[in-house]
């Protein structure tokens, strides 16, 4: 939570969603390009929208390129929500066909168990399919600001 409000302005932050994303090894699907903020429910969107928030991805195994690793496609926030993914996730990927986001900074680290990435709530992100023989699981967490102005103030930082 420190870093929640230290680094990314987000003032008492409150965790709205936390999940475990499993990719088995060989079997594990890709999860297509899409922003989480489009998926925060009323009364959390209510809050990201006035008092920021923050997500952050937690490796539990490595987590890398060829294990279907968390990407990302930098400086996504800037242009706002893609409207036609809210509350349309596909994960066929064919929402990816749509070419909603620029991909000049696509970015997937390689992330070794407890390495972390926090990210706006905008930023578009996703990863591949996990064709290699290792698992990747990843701790993804959910934050948005609980009434105190926030930095991230919604939508740009």
């Known amino acids: 939570l420190a870093v929640a409000r230290q680094l990314c302005g987000v003032s008492s932050p409150q965790c709205v969603v936390d999940q475990v994303n499993l990719k088995t090894p060989r079997v594990g699907t890709g999860f297509p390009w899409h922003q989480d903020a489009s998926f925060l429910k009323p009364v959390a969107r209510g809050k990201f929208e006035v008092n920021g928030g923050v997500n952050a991805v937690i490796a539990l195994d490595r987590s890398d390129p060829g294990n279907g690793g968390f990407a990302v496609l930098g400086r ?15 994960t066929s990927g064919a929402s990816d066909e749509l070419n909603l986001f620029d991909e000049t900074y696509h970015i997937c680290e390689t ?33 948005v600001g609980q009434g105190e102005e926030s930095e991230l103030k919604g939508g740009r930082r």
């Open 76 to 90: 996504t926030h800037l242009a706002g929500e893609a409207r036609e993914l809210r509350d349309a996730y596909d």
């Open 111 to 143: 992330l070794n168990p407890g390495d972390g990435i926090f990210f706006h709530p905008m930023l578009a992100h996703g990863s591949g399919a996990n064709a290699s023989d290792r698992r990747r699981r990843i701790a993804t967490l959910w934050f």
